[in-house]
């Protein structure tokens, strides 16, 4: 199909555009593919995928441990630590492990060296396989302080390197979707055809260009009349890649976590619509870089 | 002032297009947009005017003095957010940095330090008797319970005295700037989506805000796209005793509405009449 | 002994703050010398989880009780671990809550929410 090589991210400034729909969508239809779910706070894909023999991986992140027979009450660490992820509780130390940004600073820094790091198990990366989509979720545990470090562990996983890869970002711009967007070489945003779907387009537009990757755009829920998604494009020359239908069948679906193209011939033609014209301008903007 | 929290678990459920035709219809003088990664409301309630606007200083981010820089390379090899990298000079991505404040501490030259940044952007609309209150969080940016606290005490400060009711919009999740916006208000409205992801982050919601013991009451959002999800909720709301304050249809005409700036009441369509029944039971569960 | 309250205003008919983690000032109040003073609530800064930061102040005061309508998880193992006990405020001044809390009217609070740490979106 194409550039195996393709790596590519879906995107949206806010959650309910259609990340997933369409990302699950494309990923299924190119047969042998790879799926990375980076949502790691509310991951969905799976729900779709139901990938059979899942293996999972936990990732960990470093916790510090103090050793209270070496601590002598300076407080050095508990007045460093800039998140506040230490207090200082009868004489000693007290960590707050959900707050904890594993800096590693109060270990560091401690001048009678009484802290250690341990640790600690934020996520895991859950793999398996289905329909021949290799599918990669990242899940973080509840009340953690960052997703960042598991998107890292998703993203460094080998995959075989003749496939397309099609990575489900979390909603909005903020430092977790900038990592999971690190090394792609597309970016499909997805957009609602309203006055909030331009706005929040726009941002993730601004993130797309900051970090100058070639991208393209997707109109969810299409309805007749005014679109202002569409219109932005116009204005601001960013290629529609396509448009799918408001149509409650695929409300429907969607919300029952059915994969649309799997179940109706016409979804599946739209999709397939889609991922030509996608892995057209990843190729075209390949051949362009080189 | 009585305040009402529109919340969902789940982004795109609709909290903007029932906090706007809420404001509508109580003509509430106080209302604010506490979705501060993605906020919508101004799009609808404030298109022509111009508000006053204040920077936001986040977390104070790592900078380095290349004058004073030896080019050790202890901040890169030390950071452990691969944010300081190596091109011409040391420099610190700003975006990948989190203000740890290691590199400021360990630099042998004094090279290092970190600087207030500012990582949004406060809006406060006056006009002849209302106010609103809305900001923006900047990329890249992380968590922002402060900024949600700034945006609701502006709200507060501004309004006048005679405002009866203050309508917030919320943010999506359940973390810190949740937390930070249904702190002090009278009542939460959650609005729920009858999709299966939808459903489990409206629990996760409605847990959170059992513990602040403030009224709850629970609205359905586009009921007609998965009628037995639908159900699922109803069901849920009556085993815990949460009061339903309504189901609003999935309408095409809510879109044109308001791409074309308008609430749905402002035009007459199915979503419009709902939400009315919708507003009628919450502000009778606010008021009484 | 000491107590603390989250306040809004500096004065004894100021109402209790709503929010303890972001409240703009604590008073602290003592029990045998009836001295009060106000402290300004440098947590209120902190981008997220203000509750431990202010929980730390309470502690590193001296306080041995809270008066509070809500307070965090964070911040209540900070109290609890340093065995300073919290109490549910009433409604109604600072006055009415100290004079409440001296004739041993208030009771423990006992329902804490979830504070900073993401906890899913």
Redesign the interface.
Known sequence: MGDKSARIAVLSGKGGAGKTLVSVNLAFLSGESVYIDCDVEDPNGHLFFKPDEVSKEAVTVKIPVVDESLCNGCRTCVDFCKFDALAFIKNRPYVFENICHSCGGCALLCPEKAIWEKDKVIGEVQSGVSHDVIVSTGIMNIGEASGVPIVKHLLNKDVPKDLPVFIDCPPGSSCIVMESIRDVGFCILVAEPTIFGVHNLSMVYDLVKLFAKPHGVVINKCLFGKNPAEEFCIEKNIPILGGIPFDPELGALNSDAKIAARESERFRELFGSLLETVMKEVRHETTVDS | MKQLLILS?????GK?TIASAFIALSDAKAYADCDV??P?LH??MAQDLEPERTDYY??PKAEIDTDKCTECGLCKE?C??DAISKDENFTVDF??C?????CE??CPANAIS?KPTV?GELMLYVDSDRVFSTAQLR?????????V?EVKKRMKTAARPDADLAIIDGS??????V??S???VDMVLVVA??????IS?ME?IIK?AE???TKICVCIN?HD??PA?TGRIEEFCRERGLPLAGKIP?D?EA??A????QTIVDIDCPSGSAVKEVFRNTMELLFA | MKVAIPVDERHLESSVCLSFGRAPYFLFYDTTTKETYYLDNSAIENPSGAGIKAAQIIVDHGAKALLTPRCGENAQEVLRKSEVLVYQSIPGTVKENIDAFEAGKLTLLSDFHSGAGRHGR
């Open positions: 678990g789940k982004g795109g459920t903007t990664d993605a919508n799009l609808i986040g977390m030390t452990r957010f975006f990948a989190e203000g740890c404040g290691v501490a360990i970190l990582s990329m890249g940016s992380g968590n922002s319970g402060l900024l606290t999506p999740g359940i973390g810190c700037p937390i930070a249904i702190s002090g989506e009858p999709s299966v992801s939808g982050d996760r959170t513990t602040f013991h586009k796209i998965n999800n999935f095409p879109v044109t308001v791409n074309n700036g």
